[in-house]
RNA sequence: CGGGGCGUCGAAUACCGGCAGUACGCAUGGUUUGGGACCAUGUAGACUGGGUUCAAUUCCCAGCGCCCCGACCA
């Protein structure tokens, strides 16, 4: 990608915002904010959601299978279950409802899928020999949050992967939602995040009456606190947290969060299967969702310095950012072309800054979007490059071919 | 949802009851090119509605929006 005809601007001189990830993404033209809660992913930063979202479906696909729900349902489903008054609904109406004398005119943005996804279920698993079965999807959310903070930490709208398990038996829920913890965790793993993120006991909520759990995240800026005892490694949010032991008091913001939700759904809906005595069974059900957007505000709070982000190399929008120096000069304006046809030739994603600009703008731009390898062409390198890693200060003058073998090494 | 603050060129800010300023960006020309270069010229701005006043961007009221603190966050 070349970056004079990519759509990026980075700014020098925005102002400090409530949060690491706000302040960096918007200077580095990742998001941009259109209302208090909801952003614009940029270009640049749909490539970092892309790569993020493209981890959770590896290794969502182990688990279930892949759909798209919508993002509007009747207020009907939701009386059903009887959510209705939970405040963080979004209620929408067509603007003519009124006037057209309609009464059908009320729907949901959709906060979560429950009261989408019982009722398909039931229309074709019925049968003992159907379960167990899971589907989930990733999505845009709405929840009409009270306050909207922290960048991509706390919007009302934004991305979440949420899947959804269907069982005859609680033995067999609980099964499955080991297996769920186990692919949560590869999840945070491959983004860099595996050691600071804690499997943590919370409070069911609306949902069931005994523990969830939540992934968390260890993070200053976050919004939970978890605790987190000292003997056994065992975390609680702070809201179930227990009062002996000896613990430990962390930030942290939550990055997934799993409800064995039992028959609090299938209930509602009346979602029985035929047993093999040809008897009706209440269904059992577990949720699992990992909010990728949020995930993308909390690895910037992670992995980032004076200068800028450091995206994990999983899921940088770019591997390489090639600079050419001395762009007036046309003999190192070929060469650059040339790396750049190498470099994408041998499959790296690479962000070409051909712009006329000072050598200064180009490494800052460099150091600021996060990209993991730094590759400069000028008067200097003659005809090798040089190879610098956003994690270090040193550089390598190389071959180009060798600059290749260094980073799909 | 309680409390507070703020709405000024594209973004950031300043001053002011009487011609709205700065540096950034953008445009044109020229000089530059290893850590956000420089010169010249140009470009563009007072959230909306009402009130007070000879005169309102400035003071008052309302609305809308944004931000911060707290509560909330299935």
């Not at 990742?30 to 992913?41: C, E, R």
Request: glycine share 8%; aromatic share 10%; hydrophobic share 35%.
């Amino acid at each position: 990608m070349k970056y004079s005809s990519f759509f990026l601007r980075t700014t020098r001189d925005a102002k400090e915002f409530d949060s690491i990830n706000a302040t960096l993404l918007i200077k580095g033209g990742f998001i941009d904010q259109v209302m208090s809660g909801v952003y614009t992913i940029l270009p640049i930063g749909l490539r970092v959601l892309n790569n993020i979202e493209r981890i959770v479906r590896e290794e969502m696909d182990h688990l279930g299978s892949e759909l798209l729900m919508p993002s509007l349902s009747p207020v009907e489903l939701w009386e059903t279950t009887g959510r209705t008054g939970v405040d963080v609904l979004f209620e929408a109406r067509g603007a003519n409802d009124a006037s057209r004398k309609r009464n059908d005119g009320r729907y949901i943005l959709n906060s979560t899928h429950e009261e989408v996804v019982t009722p398909l279920a039931k229309k074709n698993r019925l049968s003992y020999k159907d379960f167990p079965f899971a589907v989930y999807q990733i999505q845009t959310k709405f929840r009409n949050e009270e306050r909207a903070k922290s960048g991509l930490m706390r919007g009302r709208e934004f991305r979440m992967k949420d899947l959804y398990s269907f069982h005859t038996s609680e033995e067999d829920l609980l099964a499955f939602y080991e297996k769920a913890k186990v692919a949560y965790m590869n999840v945070f793993t491959r983004m860099g995040l595996g050691q600071d993120t804690k499997i943590t006991k919370a409070s069911g909520g609306d949902f069931t009456t005994g523990f969830s759990h939540e992934f968390q995240t260890i993070c200053e800026s976050g919004e939970d606190i978890i605790y987190i005892n000292k003997e056994t490694g065992e975390a609680f949010n702070k809201e179930v947290a227990p009062a002996e032991g000896d613990f430990t008091q962390h930030n942290a913001s939550e990055v997934g969060n799993i409800f064995p939700l039992n028959t609090k759904f299938s209930k509602a809906f009346d979602y029985t299967y035929t047993d093999e005595q040809g008897k009706q069974q209440i269904v059992y059900m577990g949720c699992y969702g990992i909010g990728t957007s949020r995930l993308m505000g909390v690895i910037v709070e992670k992995f980032h310095d004076e200068k800028g982000i450091i995206w994990p190399k999983s899921i940088a929008p770019f591997t390489v950012y090639l600079a050419s120096l001395n762009t007036d000069d046309e003999e190192i304006r070929k060469q650059a072309d040339d790396v750049y046809q190498e470099l994408t030739k041998a499959g790296i994603e690479t962000l070409y800054d051909d712009r006329n600009v000072a050598p200064g703008a180009k490494f800052s731009d460099a150091d600021l979007l996060g990209i993991p390898y730094r590759v400069v062409v000028s008067k200097k390198t003659g005809n090798q490059v040089e190879l610098k890693e956003r994690t270090q200060d040193s550089s390598l003058l190389l071959d180009i071919s060798s600059c290749i073998d260094r980073v799909k090494s």
